[in-house]
């Protein structure tokens, strides 16, 4: 089975500064998808950012980029420029790619939560 | 398209009482998966159907949980009895396909008294 690791229980930033949230994963799949999701205080679960195993390009949309680390099973997510609307729970979660096992539920880490001072 | 509509928002009920929650996923999407996130065990899933059809329900605490999905519009997610313990945010999710990311609804708060 596999597993998502957040190791930061809660993080904060500085507005307008850079941080970096971290994930692990543990597969013995080589093909997965790894998202990134946000859980403002709304409740509301957001897609940030998503990123293909076999791609080798870091994903990246606006202030949001991440780091895959395949061979290292890591996952981490960049938010640069922070700003107050960024404070939020987020979720590092994985999903397998196999289509012939039909596993297409994702697997979360338990969550950071991420401050933004201004 | 209205994203991923579940009802109701809120829910206070008291133990031992009948509880429905429902949801309907974005038109088109084959997939409907139903998450529930508690402090404790963070977000695990429940249950998800493709095309209808119960897929995996290994996640389905015990016997007083049921789900269904009568058509490709609505789900439902019943607990009976309920206990104080399954108090958590319920979530709705649908993937169009395996490559397609997952979109959820808004929740429902559930707190059994």
């Known amino acids: 089975a596999q597993t998502v690791t957040q190791s930061q229980p809660e993080m904060s930033v500085q507005e307008a500064e850079t941080v970096t949230l971290s994930c692990t994963y543990d597969?013995?799949?080589?093909?997965?998808?790894l998202f990134w999701y946000k859980q403002p205080p709304s409740r509301q679960m957001i897609l940030v950012i998503r990123?293909?195993?076999?791609?080798?390009q870091n994903a990246t949309e606006n202030r949001f980029s991440v780091n895959f680390q395949k061979a290292a099973k890591s996952f981490s997510l960049k938010i640069s420029d922070s700003q107050l609307g960024d404070a939020a729970m987020y979720f590092c979660?994985?999903?397998?790619?196999?289509?012939?096992?039909?596993?297409?539920?994702?697997?979360f880490g338990k969550g950071t939560k991420l401050s933004v001072i201004p | 398209d209205a994203g991923v509509i579940q009802s109701p928002r809120h829910e206070v009920t008291e133990m031992g009482q009948e509880v429905t929650l429902r949801c309907k996923p974005i038109?088109?999407?084959?997939?409907l998966f139903w998450y529930r996130q508690t402090m404790m065990r963070g977000l695990e899933l429940l249950i998800y159907?493709?095309?209808?059809?119960?897929?995996?329900d290994s996640g389905m605490p015990e016997d007083r949980f049921s789900a269904k999905m009568p058509n490709a519009s609505f789900s439902t997610l019943k607990i009976q009895p309920s206990e104080p313990r399954d108090s958590a945010v319920y979530f709705c999710?649908?993937?169009?396909?395996?490559?397609?990311?997952?979109?959820f609804g808004q929740g429902t708060r559930l707190t059994v008294v």
């Open positions: 038109s088109g999407h084959d997939y």
């Open positions: 999710a649908s993937i169009v396909n395996q490559n397609t990311e997952a979109f």
């Open positions: 597969t013995s799949e080589s093909d997965y998808y």
């Open positions: 159907f493709n095309n209808n059809v119960p897929i995996d």
């Open positions: 979660a994985y999903r397998s790619g196999d289509t012939l096992a039909g596993s297409y539920q994702l697997t």
């Open positions: 990123q293909e195993a076999y791609k080798q």
